[in-house]
């Protein structure tokens, strides 16, 4: 059997591994940093380890400013429009983000105690993000340039390197410190800035120019009106915790960031099973193969939403072994969340079909009224109900934000002439609702053991009844990859 996977494995086409190394490579870190949770959870009080959300909330949303995202779609747009020029083009758009960076922090300079209390971060702090979004965008340009090109080997190494000195580099700080939070976050940015500052050097040696008038000018009107996007993506995932920390108290921010950080680790299957279906989407549009397409996203979302009942249901015991006691009211956060997961797997489906067509206009209205929509629910449901709200609150917004891209996606079906259903809302439908069902329920009988392994239960046996189908039908979303 191990001789026939290593057979399968070299006979697999280049792109196909490096989609396999690199979601390996996505566990292993993720894995690390989780399992090195209780280890935290347990040196920091929830106060320190609320400064350290905190940092990272901020630091999320300030790197969208500071370099406008330039190492996403638009860098693989460029590495396309230019393929003989890809190392002048990635030292370039290093040199423009590194100059919107500069520009941001002379920016703060001038009204340091401003920023300061607008963040609620220390200047130290501040500080720290900004040497971090200097030269981490650096290994970002070059892990992009390998992802383009399928070379996995020298990016999931240093990858997983990273991963592992980061926590180790954390504890030690942590327990030889006495300034516990300040450790933890500086640690993690010097990790990040060493690799940052190597790849900086790297990129500009190779492509040795900082300016390029059209590759600026180019990434400029391609980014910009992307910003809100991005941002607004980055609020649904961070906003809740800034809040939470500034209306209730950085303590009840670190609790609700350990139960949302913990059920977030689903991701990297939804993220992975989505990165596989959306050339399978394009092939099927482009093949007009609509039938096929509409069985298999209907196996998937039964798929992912059979998985998110079974994230709610271990949620008590997950928090118990990967939180220390005092986090434990954090299993009141699992529910809601990984029933955001079933919707955050769902509105991507609806974006493919409008990236497919390049109408993404209307993906960054959505995104933006989406991300108002949860400040302003959040700002409300935590004041009235408490930190637990804020997750409540974040199902909503993705939930309305599934709804809205399903009528963008049908009005460009019909402008394009595709009048076939290209999804199976009623069965979409159908399992949003049992699953919310579900999750309503399980919050009432939460601390009830026997309940909860009940549904597991049920559903590990339909999976076992039902496996030749589940192989079947990967097999088959496979095999429309090729």
């Known amino acids: 059997m191990f001789r ?53 909330s901020w630091y999320s949303i300030i790197i969208i400013f500071t370099t406008l995202n330039l190492y996403a779609g638009v860098y693989n747009n460029g590495m396309t429009k230019w393929p003989e020029a890809r190392r002048q083009y990635t030292s370039a758009l290093q040199g423009l983000s590194t100059t919107i960076t500069i520009l941001c922090f002379l920016i703060y300079l001038c009204s340091m ?112 009106p992307l910003i809100p996007h991005y941002l607004a993506q980055t609020v649904l995932n961070q906003a809740d915790r800034i809040m939470i920390a500034e209306m209730v108290g950085k303590g009840e921010a670190a609790i609700y960031s350990v139960a949302y950080t913990i059920s977030m680790m689903f991701t990297i299957v939804t993220s992975a099973i989505n990165n596989t279906f959306i050339p399978y989407t394009y092939k099927a549009i482009r093949d ?7 069985k298999n996203a209907s196996f998937l979302v039964l798929f992912v ?33 990984a029933e955001a997961l079933l919707f955050m797997f769902i509105f991507p489906l609806f974006c493919n ?48 934000l599934a709804i809205a891209h399903y009528i963008a996606h049908r009005k460009i079906c019909r402008e394009e002439g595709i009048y076939f259903e290209l999804y ?27 309940v909860r392994y009940a549904v597991i239960a049920m559903i590990v046996i339909v999976i076992v009844v039902k496996r030749n189908v589940v192989i079947n039908k990967l097999r088959e979303i496979k095999e429309g990859n090729n």
């Open 305 to 337: 939403g059979a998985a998110c009942i079974v994230a709610m249901a271990f949620g008590p015991e997950i928090i118990r072994i990967f939180a220390a006691p005092e986090y434990y009211d954090a299993r009141w956060v699992v529910p809601p969340v």
């Open 424 to 450: 199976d809302m009623k069965f979409i439908l159908a399992i949003s609702a049992v699953s919310l069902c579900i999750m309503m329920g399980m919050t009432l009988v939460y601390d009830s053991f026997a």
């Open 353 to 400: 079909i409008e990236f497919y067509f390049e109408q993404t206009k209307f993906i960054m209205v959505a995104s933006g009224l989406a991300a108002a929509i949860n400040v302003g629910l959040n700002y409300v449901a935590i004041k009235m109900f408490g930190y637990v709200a804020a997750a409540y609150t974040t199902l909503i917004c993705y939930i309305l």
């Open 4 to 56: 026939r996977l290593i057979l399968t494995y070299h006979g697999l086409a280049e792109p196909i591994k490096a989609s396999l190394w690199f979601t390996i490579s996505s566990v292993i870190q993720r894995g690390i940093s989780l399992l090195t949770t209780p280890i935290f959870t347990r040196l920091l009080t929830t106060e320190e380890y609320g400064v350290y959300s905190v940092y990272q």
């Open 113 to 224: 105690k401003f920023w300061n209390k607008l963040l609620g971060l220390s200047t130290l702090f501040v500080l720290s993000i900004f040497i971090e979004v200097l030269f981490v965008p650096a290994f970002n340009f070059w892990a992009s340039g390998q992802r383009f090109n399928y070379e996995y080997k020298k990016l999931v190494g240093v990858s997983v390197g990273m991963g592992i000195a980061s926590p180790v580099l954390g504890v030690i700080a942590v327990v030889l410190s006495p300034h516990k939070a300040e450790a933890r976050v500086l640690s993690y940015v010097f990790v990040q800035v060493c690799v940052g500052l190597a790849f900086y050097i790297y990129n500009m040696y190779e492509g040795k120019k900082f300016f390029i008038k059209k590759y600026w000018i180019f990434a400029l009107k391609f980014n910009i």
């Open 288 to 294: 007009k193969k609509y039938k096929d397409l509409k």
